[in-house]
């Protein structure tokens, strides 16, 4: 596809358990990021890849979060032992090149739980 | 901790009415990104400002950066429905625009 594609769209689950989002960026695209924005909220800066490595992780909240990007393309966020304040629209983007370019954005998970 | 308030926080006026929103901060920014996000979809870039003072226009928008490079502006005319949607500020520091810091958005609304 032409531009970053997130799965699953919407995803429910339940207190306790664990997830994982998935991020398909635009292809060739280097850097790779992950915001969450909160209802009524702004987005809120996670993580950034530059190809496989995790440039800058100092957004994600806890030890609970995770996110990795094995081959410097598709990247999956994983959330360990979910709690209800998880519940936002986790939005991933990815730029050409540095940090400095356009960075495009997908159409975000929301994540629900209960 | 560097905070960006966006105003106002709604918006609803009839088509053709001018207006602005406005996003302002106690702290410096290397640049300024303006972004509208519609229901279910993820912020689309509408401008990057860079130099303090800058304006820039994309056809019925205006956008402008305060000299400090503290607060921005967003001055649309002639609004039209389809302007409708939240649009957000966000603030890149320390020489890169990754770690973007967001303001909450302006919900507008233009009915027609």
């Known amino acids: 596809g032409a531009g970053v594609s997130q799965t699953p769209s919407n995803k429910v689950t339940e207190k306790g358990k664990y997830v994982e989002l998935r991020c398909d960026p635009i292809s060739g695209h280097t850097a790779l990021y992950w915001y969450r924005q909160s209802l009524g909220q702004g987005p809120e800066f996670l993580i950034y890849?530059?190809?496989?490595?995790?440039?800058?992780d100092s957004g994600l909240p806890n030890d609970r979060f995770f996110a990795v990007r094995p081959e410097g393309s598709v990247s999956t966020l994983k959330i360990q032992r979910t709690e209800r304040g998880d519940s936002a629209v986790y939005l991933c983007a990815s730029s050409s090149m540095g940090h400095d370019t356009e960075a495009f954005f997908g159409q975000g998970t929301r994540l629900t739980v209960v | 901790t560097q905070l960006l308030e966006q105003s106002p926080q709604f918006l609803s006026i009839q088509e053709g009415e001018n207006l602005t929103v406005y996003c302002n901060s106690s702290s410096v920014f290397s640049s300024l990104q303006w972004y509208r996000q519609e229901p279910g979809e993820g912020p689309v870039l509408l401008v990057t400002v860079v130099t303090g003072g800058e304006v820039k226009k994309l056809k019925r928008l205006t956008f402008q950066f305060g000299d400090a490079r503290k607060d921005s502006s967003l001055h649309i005319t002639a609004a039209q429905p389809g302007d409708t949607g939240l649009y957000l500020c966000?603030?890149?520091?320390?020489?890169?625009?990754?770690?973007?810091?967001f303001g909450k958005g302006t919900l507008l609304t233009v009915n027609p």
């Open positions: 966000a603030g890149g520091s320390g020489g890169s625009n990754y770690k973007l810091t």
């Open positions: 890849f530059q190809g496989t490595g995790a440039a800058d």
